[in-house]
């Protein structure tokens, strides 16, 4: 009864860019998929995997990002999204073991679509700056939560997790690619 | 890339930039701790020191040390260019390349030799330098220094904290901070270009 007026107001400009950016890989559940596979499957297969993956994936998705804010379209992007999850996931279940340039291929190409979903949707009136640092450290923090996870892998019943969280990831993607097509 | 041509292109860039607009944070403790506030509150700024200051660590002592003091003076000398002779101006995407270089070769462990390491500092403290002193109001020489030093201290303590590391796992990670450092820097270029908001 007798507390004041609240007066609260929306963050603009340089913080929302940069929570927007942090917000924007986790608010969809295809983007936190891909990303977390990501750095599982890098876990399992350990070095140089571990690290050659959660390199390449930030910059190639930054020259997507680039892409999508210079306004060069990228057909399917959609599908992309849901493809990589899909395949992403499949990998971890198989536990792949490709060489690691066509590993880093396969992550980057993925990286490209979900770079350029992230740089043409930048909410009007923030810091286009500050939305990209976010998005980042966003993204590089999933990689690092997928790794942490993939640590399982030095026990047998934590490789068997493992691969189950990979048929989910899977599951996830093929979901995600019948709502594109649909 | 030779030290010559690190050189040349920072100064090319130097020369083709248009005006700039920018402005000075006021922190309420003088102008000396405006100029180191700017430093760290500039993105571009501060992911290019930390990126070179990865990078001179990754490439031990001897290259770490050929890093610091060229950074911190080119820094000055660009920032007192840029005071004196500010038409230059506009130089967001060429200081957005020179983070995504800095980060691309922290992300490679590019093992780069101290008078490259050198060069590199040389190039990116006057490019970066230049750009404080043309957009810094006023052009107080106290805040180019709070910059300068500003840039030092970074460079230094972030090339100290990585030479010491040993750790596999350790070195790892600093080489994924760099690709950080070059995809934020790939998005401010793709910002540039198309406009930022």
Do not use: N
Request: hydrophobic fraction near 60%.
């Amino acid at each position: 009864m007798s507390a004041l007026a609240l007066l609260a107001h929306d963050e603009t400009g340089a913080a929302a860019g940069l929570l927007a950016g942090l917000r924007h890989p986790i608010s969809g559940a295809d983007h936190v998929l891909a990303m977390l596979a990501v750095g599982v499957w890098g876990a399992q297969l350990g070095a140089p995997y571990v690290w050659a993956l959660p390199v390449a994936f930030p910059m190639v998705m930054a020259l997507g990002g680039m892409l999508g804010l210079v306004g060069v379209a990228l057909p399917g992007v959609e599908l992309g999204i849901a493809l990589s999850a899909l395949v992403l996931g499949a990998l971890v279940v198989a536990e792949a073991r490709p060489p690691v340039w066509v590993a880093a291929g396969i992550v980057g190409l993925f990286a490209l679509f979900h770079g350029h979903a992230h740089g043409t949707e930048l909410p009007a009136g923030t810091s286009g700056v500050l939305y990209s640092v976010g998005f980042v450290v966003s993204t590089g923090t999933l990689h690092a939560l997928g790794i942490a996870l993939g640590l399982l892998h030095r026990f047998e019943r934590g490789r068997l997790v493992l691969r189950g969280a990979g048929a989910v990831v899977a599951a996830g993607g093929a979901y995600f690619l019948w709502e594109a097509l649909a | 890339m030779s030290a010559r041509r690190l050189v040349a292109a920072a100064l090319a860039a130097l020369l083709l930039a248009a005006p700039a607009s920018a402005h000075l944070v006021q922190t309420g403790f003088g102008a000396f701790y405006d100029g180191l506030a700017h430093l760290v509150l500039t993105p571009a700024d501060l992911l290019s020191v930390l990126g070179l200051g990865l990078l001179a660590g990754l490439c031990g002592k001897e290259t770490a040390r050929a890093t610091m003091f060229p950074l911190a003076l080119a820094w000055l000398a660009g920032c007192l260019v840029g005071a004196s002779f500010p038409a230059g101006g506009e130089l967001a995407a060429p200081c957005a390349l020179s983070v995504v270089l800095c980060g691309l070769l922290v992300a490679l462990r590019a093992p780069l030799a101290r008078r490259a390491a050198g060069a590199l500092a040389l190039a990116v403290g006057l490019l970066h330098g230049y750009a404080d002193g043309a957009t810094i109001r006023p052009p107080d020489a106290l805040t180019l220094a709070g910059a300068s030093l500003c840039a030092f201290v970074l460079v230094t303590l972030t090339a100290a904290f990585v030479v010491e590391l040993r750790e596999g796992a350790a070195r790892l990670a600093v080489r994924v901070a760099g690709s950080w450092i070059a995809a934020v820097g790939l998005l401010m270029l793709g910002w540039e270009l198309r406009g930022t908001p």
